[in-house]
């Protein structure tokens, strides 16, 4: 089955503070993706990418940059963090081999107090 | 408003019984559809697609789809406490085939 690695795994920041999510696959797909979950709302697509140095823009973009620095590897950055930022977040991959099978890591669960 | 529109939000059902989803698309460009399960402090992992009129079974599992409506449901037989979690139902339409909108949820609870 896919791999998606996500780091941390918990994070805790203040108000206007830097974070960064990381996440790697390993299963050479194109496609990755970062998504929200609050309750009530699902999942939300914040910004996903089809190949290193691509960015397409997703849903809820806004106060989040991110940046897919080889195949693998897939940042979320929010440079001033908010509380509406608190949440979990989840990063997946897919690819046409996989019929665009969303694979998912295991989240990060981020608080900004 | 959401473009992807699940229900119930909940759902109780005892051990044995039957499960019943659905999920409406209010996008008229939308032609295919996922259903993902995700245990509680699990990710979620996907269940059944389907993208023709008509209905595929898996095993306990049984997805239905009407186009013309863009309706899809979940049946789930003989439901067992395990199949307890969130059921996610998502869509995508040809032009963004790669950027899947997910609804809200319904949330299974299997009694023993």
């Known amino acids: 089955e896919a791999a998606v690695t996500q780091s941390p795994r918990n994070k805790v920041t203040v108000t206007g503070g830097n974070v960064t999510l990381s996440c790697r696959q390993t299963n050479s797909h194109n496609y990755m993706y970062w998504y929200r979950q609050d309750t009530g709302h699902g999942l939300r697509l914040i910004h996903y990418?089809?190949?290193?140095?691509?960015?397409q823009i997703g849903d809820v973009p806004d106060g989040y940059k991110a940046t897919r620095t080889t195949q693998e590897d897939f940042f979320l950055l929010l440079e001033l963090a908010s509380p509406s930022q608190t949440s979990l977040y989840f990063c997946?991959?897919?690819?046409?081999?996989?019929?665009?099978?969303?694979?998912f890591g295991a989240g990060t669960r981020l608080s900004v107090l | 408003q959401q473009k992807v529109q699940q229900s119930p939000e909940s759902l109780i059902v005892p051990e044995g019984g039957m499960a019943s989803l659905n999920c409406t698309s209010s996008d008229r460009n939308v032609d295919y559809f996922w259903w993902y399960r995700q245990h509680s402090g699990k990710s979620p992992k996907m269940l059944m697609?389907?993208?023709?009129?008509g209905e595929k079974e898996e095993g306990r599992f049984t997805v239905h789809l009407n186009k013309a409506s863009l309706h899809t449901s979940l049946h789930i037989r003989d439901s067992q406490p395990s199949d307890s979690a969130l059921y996610l139902c998502?869509?995508?339409?040809?032009?963004?085939?790669?950027?899947?909108?997910f609804g809200s949820g319904t949330q299974l609870t299997v009694m023993p």
């Open positions: 998502a869509a995508s339409t040809p032009s963004g085939s790669w950027q899947l909108i």
């Open positions: 997946a991959s897919s690819d046409v081999g996989s019929q665009n099978t969303l694979y």
């Open positions: 697609s389907i993208f023709s009129n």
């Open positions: 990418s089809y190949g290193a140095g691509n960015l």
